[in-house]
């Protein structure tokens, strides 16, 4: 935000004022309290309902066109002038359209329609989806707006110089600007007064209005300016009241020239029972929540055509906030709205429900962002789009006009949204926040300080899976105390069921963001973990040890009695961010949403989408059989309270692009450090030094992917990628195991992304080559024996490396092999007596397991043998017949 105010500070600009009354410069010299504000309003997305779409028919002599068109005579117009046709002949038959308005959907479509059936000589319909419309153009431009006031010393008003900056054009037709019909010359766009200039009476009083071309093409919609005028209006009279310490609704109404929004101020007031409210709001009842209430007015002129046109509306707006967290509910608004005679008032009264879901959602999460020159948008999903699990209650009040004419009334009720919603922050919390979006990841920053990183946690050597389970038995226990204190204060009371919905048909997504949505499931590797041996894609069932009890995977088909075919977008992000399934239950972070909350918005959606269009299997997971007190759900939400972390992943502006993009996909979808890093008491992550030091999953050692990585030769950003995208480099050998499955998805990705993670993970390893170490002393082994087993079994397919043929694909070399350098001989065993039956890829080939014709004791003189041959430097491996009957008796994955 900070670098779009910045851009429109530099942007040039034509200035207009458009009032000025009394002696603005010197009263802003004399004020006892001098009050000098900037707001912030960032770009908005399109935000319609449904996708835009228009029908048109040409004809020699005429031109019929069905759009969702809010500006008929407007695009009228335009395809006159497109066409060179007179406006008579064309006829523009306006349809009813979910929210599909402005000149970068339903007008552009027509155009594009008209067009292309002139061209082939039929009737042509022209449909976008979400992702053609949001990559063009933002709804909505950036604001700044600057305001120079102060109080006199009784607390009263008297000054109010007021600058709003708005780099906006009239967004021609965009068919005009591709065939040459308008010249592609960016002219800035005349705002009129309509909210510019402030409701309240002040003495001195002048509005500056910067016109300026602008920065990016943003669309023309209604309502030109008037959120964020209002936003910042609304904000500084409430920044006004409190430091005169008087009620924000008194405050309002003592400055108020016009009876009619006074009486709108009053009613509103009343209707949500508005009480004067000094303090932070907290309850000993709720600990770690914060309550708080928040007022906002405006009357939005809207037109001049056919004649005057207005609409008053006043807001009250409750919200609850998790101090721990910062996750803001919006849990109450009350919307008076005066526009004169209603024809329909229960129609007016639900478009308001509309407007007032999806300004909330506007103000607590929608962001646009400006990359290399660039529109990077959120896209959002099925409807509502709220940052939030429910739809807070919303309180309509029509005040009743029957004897004067209509002025226009539903949209425009909306406008107060933001200022009431901020203002209502800054009564729970005691902070104002005069740049929009308000996150959780900025309100937990302002009231707790920058987020602690953890701790650096040392991983403790460990040389079998049942004494790490004890391990993590005896930290959960030690534990449950943190959890608790961690319930109270995230056991948020609005953690309730998201209502069951029906998505959108599988149809409904483009090919691009159902092939986006594909690229996310490869690299977060979805169906290893929700497929059993088998069973059908993502339909759950697969059984996974963990050291609390037994877990079985969950059915992500859009199956609608087992699966997630009922799931709202909403309830799908919460899930996948929070680890808060759909019926409020909490997750357990097996499923590692600790990671996939860092995925973007759009990569979030596209997942769904991704999911929603594949084939529905009713399947039901067995029940969980974790053990007490692991069974209580509950308690996870004391540990998400201690290890959930932050949102979307964070560029390092350090770093370049591809190390951005690897690092993302690495601890994003990628969830690597979900297998290797090691993990603490209580089975979470250890980050510092020790994050992506090593892990173990399935009888496999994950090992370190950082500096402490023991391959002997180091592993290069060209290395990684040849394994990451085959399953083998030739300087470290074949992936098996878990990492087998993960390589056969990576290897669907596009090359760039591979590229990335490699790029990323050879950075943060940082390896160097290994020094020539002298031999280390080792215990007496029959080394004589293994080497002879070894060359009569294994070396007719390892021998390439050494001059020998090659065999039934690749032939590893031993000398590379980091399973030979390891700590623990786990993953050479692994090999040697379960083989590779599901390789990576086909060319890898296949190696077979030799548990059925070499003993333990044979098994443990070839990895003796290999050890001492191949890793001379390093120790030998203890118990080894011992460790060998262990691996045998547990396989693993292969």
Not at 547 to 575: C, E, H, M, V
Not at 623 to 631: G, K, L
Not at 692 to 698: I, N
Not at 839 to 859: C, E, H, I, N, R
Request: hydrophobic share 40%; proline share 8%; with cysteine.
């Amino acid at each position: 935000l900070r670098d779009i105010e910045q851009a429109i500070r530099d942007n040039p600009r034509t200035s207009r004022v458009v009032h000025d009354s009394g002696e603005v410069d010197a009263a802003l010299a004399n004020v006892a309290q001098r009050f000098t504000r900037s707001y912030v309003w960032p770009y908005q997305l399109h935000a319609s309902i449904g996708p835009s779409c228009a029908v048109a028919d040409y004809q020699p002599d005429s031109l019929q066109v069905w759009s969702g068109t809010q500006n008929p005579h407007l695009l009228r117009a335009d395809l006159a002038w497109l066409l060179e046709r007179p406006e008579e002949t064309i006829e523009v038959n306006r349809m009813e359209a979910a929210g599909c308005y402005g000149r970068n959907c339903a007008d552009d479509v027509a155009a594009d329609a008209a067009l292309l059936s002139r061209a082939v000589g039929q009737p042509v319909r022209v449909q976008l989806t979400r992702a053609q419309e949001h990559v063009w153009e933002p709804k909505g431009t950036a604001q700044l707006m600057e305001v120079d006031g102060g109080l006199d010393a009784q607390g009263n008003p008297q000054v109010y110089d007021f600058t709003t900056s708005y780099p906006s054009n009239g967004a021609p037709t965009l068919a005009l600007l591709l065939t040459g019909r308008v010249d592609p010359v960016a002219l800035a766009y005349e705002m009129g007064d309509r909210t510019s200039i402030p409701p309240y009476d002040f003495p001195h009083l002048r509005v500056t209005i910067e016109d300026m071309a602008p920065i990016v093409r943003a669309s023309w919609m209604r309502g030109v300016s008037a959120l964020p005028n209002t936003f910042a209006h609304e904000s500084y009279m409430d920044e006004l009241a409190h430091a005169a310490g008087v009620d924000p609704v008194e405050y309002r109404l003592r400055y108020i020239q016009d009876d009619r929004a006074a009486e709108l101020m009053r009613a509103t007031a009343a209707r949500a029972d508005w009480t004067p409210r000094t303090a932070i709001q907290q309850t000993a009842s709720e600990p770690g929540i914060l309550r708080g209430r928040g007022f906002a007015y405006a009357r939005y002129i809207h037109s001049k055509f056919p004649g005057f046109g207005a609409a008053w509306a006043a807001w009250v707006a409750d919200v609850a906030i998790d101090k721990q967290s910062g996750e803001i509910a919006v849990t109450r608004i009350t919307v008076g709205h005066d526009a004169g005679m209603m024809i329909n008032p229960e129609g007016v009264k639900h478009q308001i429900h509309g407007n007032v879901i999806q300004s909330t959602s506007r103000v607590l999460k929608e962001q646009v962002t400006i990359e290399s020159n660039l529109i990077a948008s959120q896209e959002w999903g099925s409807y509502p789009i709220l940052t939030f699990p429910e739809v807070p209650d919303i309180d309509v009040m029509m005040v009743p006009r029957p004897h004067e004419p209509p002025l226009g009334a539903g949209e425009s009720a909306s406008v107060p949204s933001a200022a009431a919603i901020a203002n209502a922050v800054f009564d729970a919390t005691g902070i104002r926040f005069r740049e929009l979006p308000i996150t959780a990841d900025k309100l937990r920053q302002a009231l707790n300080g920058p987020d602690p990183q953890p701790e650096p946690q040392l991983a403790a050597p460990v040389s079998t899976a049942r004494r790490r389970s004890r391990k993590w038995a005896l930290g959960g226990v030690t534990g449950l105390l943190g959890l608790a204190a961690g319930v109270a204060i995230n056991a948020l009371p609005w953690r309730a069921p998201i209502a069951p919905v029906t998505p959108p048909a599988a149809g409904s997504w483009s090919a691009e963001m159902l092939e986006r949505g594909r690229q996310v499931a490869a690299a977060g590797d979805c169906a290893v973990c929700h497929t059993t041996e088998g069973g059908a894609t993502n339909a759950g069932g697969l059984k996974m040890e963990t050291p609390f009890g037994t877990l079985y995977t969950t059915n992500i088909t859009p199956d609608k009695q087992t699966g997630i075919g009922s799931w709202s977008f909403n309830a799908f992000d919460r899930a996948m961010r929070q680890g808060i399934s759909r019926d409020g239950h909490h997750l357990y972070p097996a499923f590692p949403y600790t990671s996939f909350r860092q995925l973007s918005e759009g990569d979030m959606q596209a997942l769904y989408a991704w999911l929603m269009s594949q084939p529905a299997v009713h399947q039901a997971p067995p029940e969980n059989q974790m053990r007490f007190p692991y069974n209580l759900r509950f308690l996870m939400a004391g540990w998400n309270a201690l290890y959930l972390g932050r949102g979307e992943y964070q560029p390092d502006p350090r770093k370049g692009a591809e190390w951005n993009r690897g690092a993302y996909l690495v601890n994003g979808a990628g969830h690597c450090g979900a297998c290797h890093s090691p993990r603490n008491l209580l089975g979470a992550e250890k980050r510092g030094d020790n994050f992506l030091a090593g892990g173990w999953v399935d009888g496999w050692e994950a090992p370190a992917l950082n500096q402490l990585n023991k391959a002997p030769q180091p592993w290069t950003a060209q290395s990684l990628y040849n394994y990451l995208r085959s399953g083998y480099d030739a300087q470290h050998g074949v992936a098996a195991g878990p990492m087998a499955p993960v390589v056969s998805h990576l290897a669907t990705l596009p090359e760039a992304d591979v590229r990335a993670m490699a790029s990323y993970l050879a950075d943060i390893n940082g390896q160097a080559a290994r020094p020539v170490a002298a031999p280390v002393a080792k215990p007496a082994w029959n080394t004589a024996t293994g080497e002879r087993l070894f060359k009569g079994a294994c070396q007719a397919c390892h021998s390439a490396s050494e001059g020998g043929p090659q065999l039934f694909g690749v032939s590893p070399s031993m000398a590379n092999s980091s399973s030979i350098t390891s700590a623990t001989p786990d993953n050479l065993l692994q090999v040697v007596l379960h083989g590779i039956d599901k390789p990576a890829t086909d060319a890898l080939g296949y190696m077979p397991g030799f548990a059925a014709s070499l003993s333990d004791k044979q098994v443990a003189d070839i990895a003796a043998w290999l050890r001492q041959r191949y890793a001379p430097d390093q120790p030998a491996w203890q118990n080894l017949s011992e460790k060998v009957a262990q691996v045998r008796a547990n396989p693993g994955s292969h």
